[in-house]
């Protein structure tokens, strides 16, 4: 992931709004979210690599984070969970 790749972040929110419609969000549509902070430390957050996205200086994302809805909830759901299943 450090390589200096764009990214666009899929968020799963704990707060879905009204009727669930709320549940995602989308990070980087415009120009991608880059690496420009990372952190390893053994006995920190469980060893785990934790990290800051952020857009490039000279590339600001134009709009805030952008909803993502299919039909409904459980069809949003479904889809996000599917991207991520392993076999």
């Keep these: 992931m450090s390589k200096g790749e764009s990214y ?7 707060y879905k709004g009204e ?8 990070l980087g549509w415009d120009t991608g ?3 420009s902070e ?8 469980d060893a785990a690599i934790v990290f800051v996205m952020s ?13 993502l809805l ?6 949003t759901l479904a889809a996000f969970v ?4 392993t076999a």
Excluded at 8 to 14: A, P
Excluded at 55 to 67: F, G, H, I, T, V
């Design 8 to 14: 666009m972040i899929v968020v799963h929110k704990r």
């Design 19 to 26: 009727d669930e419609e709320d549940a995602f969000l989308v």
């Design 38 to 45: 990372m952190n390893e430390g053994s006995t920190e957050a």
């Design 70 to 75: 299919e039909t409904d909830y459980a069809t």
């Design 55 to 67: 857009s490039k200086e000279d590339s600001l994302e134009y709009d805030a984070p952008r909803l």
């Design 82 to 85: 599917n991207k991520f299943a």
């Design 33 to 35: 979210l880059y690496i």
